[in-house]
């Protein structure tokens, strides 16, 4: 076997190779429609193009699934974070909407803390019910993924608030040495979330739990606490997502905000390459999972794909990549390629037999 | 090991019955305050299942019922639907249970009535439609359809917008922020305004896309409008929050909106009222969500059997920019 | 052996893993009516090359003919249809399922269209008798013990008319009695004419059925030999490679001495320690340096006793102390605090984190008891994995292969690793040596000897009587989830003794501990 193509194999074989093939290729469909898709350019100071639009666009989808992918590393689900970015940001909008100066940055201050905080207990409430009360991911989640949505409409009383407050406003769509502020907040808590589970031995605590509870409880793993933490984290991220969500509008949409985030969130989690099983988990294939899922939307948006083909067009890409991510389909592709390996020298063997 | 799997699933049966319960509590909290027997007054009892609470609009428009119900004296079952059919086609059912003497609701989406229609019928309940229409074929399903003319309003700013650029030389492109892709709003609206603009060969619609109705999503789509096209004239945005989204993009863009991009939306909430005020926006196509009053009339001449229009539009107007100063401090929603 | 043709024939058979070559160009027949034994250390490539028959992995050369005609089975399904059955060693059916439904799962009778439920139960309990087990196969099958999934397992793989019957280590849950009774199934099966690949670690098994041996080393093939031309002595060298004086020296160390520990220091007493529907209240010291060992059939309590010591079961009455100080140790975080050690018997689902490496597999016991705020450094990491994986002989010695890619014999030797880092007092070891090629349980028993000079406490756990008499100091007893007798393993006692405890129960050994 020659050395280029193992070097190709290992290439082709890692496990982010397919969902950055199938990302360059929605680019490079976009770049066909439109030329100037991939050009970025300096404008007031900021940068400025559907590059730029994709990342800052993908930074709270970013933040939700990183949460997710450690919530799906113990193996679980955390079905209420759409419901947590929606109260979050009903809380901080209505919080400043109350201020006598929204622009005061004590008052937004004060507002995300207490939004923040808010977010925390719930995070805190589903990992009573799951590492506590041990009901399943799924169903636990599930009750404050309902009642959470309710409660953000209660917060908002149905209404959209709209607030208008600059230091708020820069959460969405300010901008910071010329990259967006939601970006710059992205990558900051995606540091956060690597140190913290890389540097530490969290992470592969958590891969542990997830890849075998029982085994983990015996080797002296507080698993209860990982799993509480997990949940806490995951409703971390989804707060400051609902700050960006809301910020990037300047209004809190009870009913809209974070509507679905949770399934692309899962979704970019298993693109990444993290099972839904539980066990290992890859930040940095959720952040490309996040990325292909924006890029998705936008290419719609920018190549003006009828809406009515644009949800097939979506469902066939995601299909597309997910089969490329099953073991199993990529193995029976493997099969079906003829086998290239020689067969191993049999014959100068000393062979004992006995005659049947 | 074994004990220890079915233990895990009895707790997570049971937690999903308590979920189950919790959804159902939420649903049904909209009518558990009247029960009994619904024949046991004088009183006419009206069963209605909403959407949802989905916006500003819906709000408005369930306070109006409400109001217009406790004002007339009939007694209002009220159900939210939670933007599901499976929920609505439930509380239908409930009603026809109950035998409330009318019911009337804005339908989730537009197909799969007739069985629970039929329903309603064999119990000789008849059965008001607000908001939004159904597309049974057989139109004795239910005695008529109160709410706005979404086509209407689609052409209306259509008008308005020929009425502006007759003088207009060149092409003016304009960019289109539908609602909820199959909707019903979105199609009508879109429909009204292509029949409107076909006056003036110069309109040409350059691009089309769902922004579901969302602050969020009008901008989103807006932003890629804004660099695919270099030329944009005009916005028609289907809703207010779409076009308040698309406000971002587009002073982001550097550009102004209502000068550089003249924008059309559909509905006079709040928040769309005060940026037509402010001369953001140029055109509102009113929607309005006030159609209680109207509602309660129709519901107490179908209970007493007389004839009623199979089409009833809501009392409704347009703004300009004037207009809107104007009307804003008295605006109810 | 009466025809001329084997059923089924592999040739020059290779098989890649990353950074291994689990097979390398290995020859392999099988004939109707014969039961032909697979023999091999762990890692020797008996589980890759069924795998490689069963269609689980396809072969990166060679080939595969059944009856004459070449196969290449796309999965175990396709290997099924086409008559070839495998039973794994770790039972693969839902314990969630009754018998009958485990049995019949996807080829259920049908009449109409719909399941007839009644003529599975009927042919399932058929099946059944035929192997001489008569349960009620509407049970749950999770409700048995593994010796009977294990025979359910089989019963299922020869009712889809097998011609070729794989059993990959059958016996290693059984007890004898249900050994002896596989062995007739097997031999009735065979005189059937079907041809049984079996693969065993237990010598005396393969000698008292098998008519053929191949035996494979390190992916190689060693030899095809008949059963009556092997001495079992030169069957064990060809296995290991190596002359068996490491074996046979261990082996004249007869007995240790039970009064010198004792006298020492009690590490560990349990005072009336039990759990309702688990196990009796039991009494036992275990002194520093001792090894007790923990006699008893397939499921007298032998497990239960050292999940109560180590807190993975609660304890509802009696008393714990360890260093002479009152432990409540209601969780394993509480033991591990007090240097005790747990290597469960079920590896895969109480013991490893399979997709973790062998380097985080060992050291997570230690990084638990540090918090997860502390992590080891990656250097004491790499020096503390490197030590233990020579010490072990861990093969492959790769710190970062995937644990679940090691042979059952390395899992264990990992498992052990893992504790031993976190130098404990007192090393419970349920079954360390079940399931493993004698080359790596020698090197286990020989460790637990060292441990024990060394002054570490151990409690072995083991069906193997000799294994248990050989190593220590005091053999306690169970039977029926009792401790029956504590015997202080001096020149008096032997099999015999330790078995008549067994078999009888608190007769007068009941006291005789010194």
């Known amino acids: 076997m020659s050395t280029v193509r193992t070097r190709v194999t290992t290439i082709t074989g890692h496990r982010l190779f397919w969902p950055l093939v199938v990302l360059l290729v929605l680019l490079a469909a976009n770049t066909v429609h439109r030329p100037s898709f991939l050009s970025v350019e300096l404008k007031n100071g900021h940068l400025y193009g559907s590059l730029i639009d994709i990342v800052r666009l993908s930074a709270p989808l970013i933040l939700v699934a990183l949460g997710m992918s450690l919530v799906i590393a113990t193996g679980g689900i955390d079905l209420s974070v759409g419901s947590v970015v929606a109260v979050s940001g009903a809380v901080a909008c209505l919080y400043i909407s109350e201020q006598p100066d929204q622009d005061s940055l004590g008052g937004v201050l004060t507002a995300l803390a207490l939004a923040f905080g808010i977010a925390l207990l719930l995070g805190a409430w589903n990992g009573v019910l799951v590492a506590v009360i041990g009901i399943q991911p799924i169903i636990a989640t599930l009750i404050l993924m309902v009642a959470g949505r309710g409660l953000a409409q209660l917060i908002t009383s149905g209404q959209i608030i709209t607030v208008n407050s600059g230091p708020y406003r820069t959460i969405g769509v300010g901008h910071l040495l010329t990259l967006p502020f939601a970006i710059v907040v992205a ?80 979704l970019a989690v298993v693109i990444g390459g993290t099972s839904l099983a539980g066990g290992r988990f890859f930040l940095s294939g959720t952040i490309v999972g996040a990325l292909i899922i924006q890029t998705l939307t936008t290419s719609v948006y920018a190549m003006d794909i009828d809406p009515q083909t644009a949800l097939l067009f979506k469902a066939v890409v995601v299909i597309a990549v997910c089969l490329i991510q099953a073991p199993a389909f990529r193995a029976r592709l493997r099969r079906r390629r003829p086998s290239t390996v020689a067969p191993a020298p049999a014959a100068e063997k000393q062979k004992e037999q006995v005659p049947a | ?244 989204g698309a406000l971002e993009a587009i002073t982001a863009a550097g550009k102004v909106p209502g000068k550089d991009i003249t924008i059309i939306t559909i509905d006079a909430v709040k928040d769309g009222m005060q940026a037509l005020a402010d001369g953001k926006f140029n055109f509102i196509a009113e929607c309005s969500p006030l159609l209680g009053p109207q509602l309660m009339d129709l519901v107490k001449k179908v209970h007493a059997g007389e004839s009623v229009p199979t089409r009833v539009e809501t009392e409704e107007t347009t703004f300009t920019v004037e207009q809107a100063k104007a009307a804003l401090p008295t605006r109810k929603y | 052996m009466s025809q001329r043709h084997p059923v089924l024939t592999m040739t020059a058979i290779s098989k890649l893993f990353p950074g291994v070559r689990a097979l390398d160009g290995v020859d392999f027949r099988l004939f109707p009516g014969e039961v032909h034994a697979l023999m091999g250390e762990n890692g020797a490539g008996k589980s890759t090359l069924i795998k490689v028959l069963t269609g689980v992995y396809d072969t990166d050369a060679g080939t595969v003919t059944l009856d004459g005609a070449q196969v290449s089975f796309a999965g175990p399904m396709q290997a099924t249809a086409a008559g070839v059955s495998t039973v794994y060693q770790e039972v693969n059916l839902c314990p969630n399922l009754s018998v009958a439904e485990n049995i019949f799962i996807g080829r259920e009778p049908r009449r109409l269209g719909v399941v007839d439920w009644r003529e599975t139960r009927r042919r399932a309990q058929a099946l059944l008798a035929r192997l001489d087990l008569h349960i009620d196969v509407t049970e749950l099958l999770g409700s048995y013990s593994l010796a009977v999934q294990q025979m359910v397992a089989i019963a299922r793989a020869v009712d889809v008319r097998a011609r070729v019957l794989i059993l990959d280590e059958p016996t290693s849950s059984l007890d004898a009695d249900e050994v002896a009774q596989l062995l007739r199934v097997m031999r009735q099966l065979r005189d059937e004419g079907i041809a049984i690949l079996f693969v065993t670690h237990f010598l005396d098994q393969v000698y008292a059925i098998a008519d053929r041996i191949t035996v494979l080393r390190n992916g190689r093939l060693v030899g095809e030999y008949l059963t009556a031309d092997l001495p079992q002595i030169a069957l064990v060298e060809k296995m290991i490679g190596k002359e068996l004086d490491a074996l046979e020296r261990l082996d004249s160390e007869a007995g240790r001495d039970p009064a010198a520990v004792a006298a020492g220091k009690a590490l560990v007493e349990a005072d009336g320690l039990g759990r309702a529907g688990s196990v009796a209240p039991f009494s036992l010291t275990i002194h520093q340096g001792e090894v007790v060992g923990l006699a008893g059939l397939l499921g007298s309590g032998r497990t239960e006793v050292a999940r109560l010591l180590f807190g993975a079961d609660r304890a509802d009455r009696g008393r714990l102390t360890v260093a002479g100080r009152p432990a409540a140790v209601r969780t394993p975080v509480a033991a591990i605090e007090r240097d005790i050690a747990f290597c469960s018997e079920n590896r895969r689902t109480e013991g490893l984190v399979g997709e973790l490496t062998v380097r985080e597999n060992i050291i997570l016991a230690m990084q638990a008891a540090r918090g997860w705020l502390r992590p080891v450094p990656r250097r004491r990491q790499d020096e503390l994995v490197q030590r233990w994986i020579e010490a072990l002989s861990i093969r492959p010695a790769d710190p970062d292969m995937p644990v679940r890619n090691l042979s059952g014999g390395n899992q264990q030797k990992v498992l052990l690793a893992r504790w031993l880092i976190t130098e404990p007092r007192l090393l419970i070891l349920d079954e360390p040596t079940r399931g493993i090629d004698i080359g790596a349980k020698t090197e286990i028993q020989r460790l637990v000897a060292e441990l024990s000079d060394g002054g570490m406490a151990v409690l072995f756990i083991s069906a193997e009587l000799e294994e248990v008499l050989r190593l220590s100091h005091t053999v306690a007893v169970m039977r029926d989830r009792q401790m029956v007798a504590q015997l202080a393993n001096d020149d008096s006692l032997d099999a015999d003794r330790v078995m008549r405890a067994i078999a009888s129960g608190a007769q007068q050994e009941g006291l005789e501990k010194a």
């Open chain 1, 187 to 266: 990558l900051a808590v995606t540091l956060v979330v690597a140190v913290l589970t890389r540097r530490t031995a969290l992470g592969m605590i958590i891969e542990a739990v997830g890849g075998n509870a029982e085994a983990s409880r015996l080797a002296g793993v507080r698993s209860r606490r990982i799993t509480f933490l997990v949940y806490v984290v995951s409703a971390a991220c989804a707060a400051v997502a609902g700050f960006m969500m809301t910020a990037n509008v300047s209004s809190a949409d009870g009913n809209a905000a974070g509507l679905w985030v949770e399934l692309d969130a899962i």
């Open chain 2, 1 to 244: 090991m074994v004990h220890i799997r079915t233990t895990i699933t009895r707790r997570g049966l049971g937690a999903l019955l308590a979920a189950g319960l919790l959804a159902t509590g939420l649903s049904g909290c909209g009518n558990s305050d009247t029960g009994g027997d619904a024949g046991g007054t004088d009183k006419i009892v009206l069963g209605f299942s909403q959407v949802g609470a989905e916006s500003g609009w819906r709000t408005a428009n369930t306070n109006s019922i409400k109001e217009a119900a406790g004002a007339a004296g009939i007694e209002l079952k009220f159900d939210d639907a939670q933007q599901k059919q499976e929920n609505q086609i439930k509380a239908i059912r409930n009603f026809i249970q109950q035998k409330v003497d009318v019911i009337a609701f804005s339908p989730v989406v537009e197909s799969g009535w007739d069985t629970v229609l039929k329903e309603a019928r064999d119990a000789k309940i008849p059965v008001i439609l607000t908001d939004r229409s159904v597309d049974s074929a057989d139109k004795t399903l239910y005695q008529t359809f109160i709410g706005s003319d979404f086509v209407k309003e689609g052409r209306l700013s259509g008008e308005w917008l020929v009425e502006q650029t007759r003088s207009a030389t060149g092409p003016v492109n304009i960019v289109e922020l539908q609602g909820t892709t199959g909707s019903a709003p979105a199609n009508d609206r879109r429909k009204g305004f292509a029949e409107a603009i076909a006056a003036n060969p110069n309109l040409k619609v350059v691009a089309s896309q769902s922004g579901d109705f969302t602050r969020a999503g009008g901008k989103q789509v807006m932003e890629q409008f804004l660099k695919a096209n270099p030329k944009i004239d005009v916005l028609f945005a289907h809703n207010d929050d779409m076009g308040l």
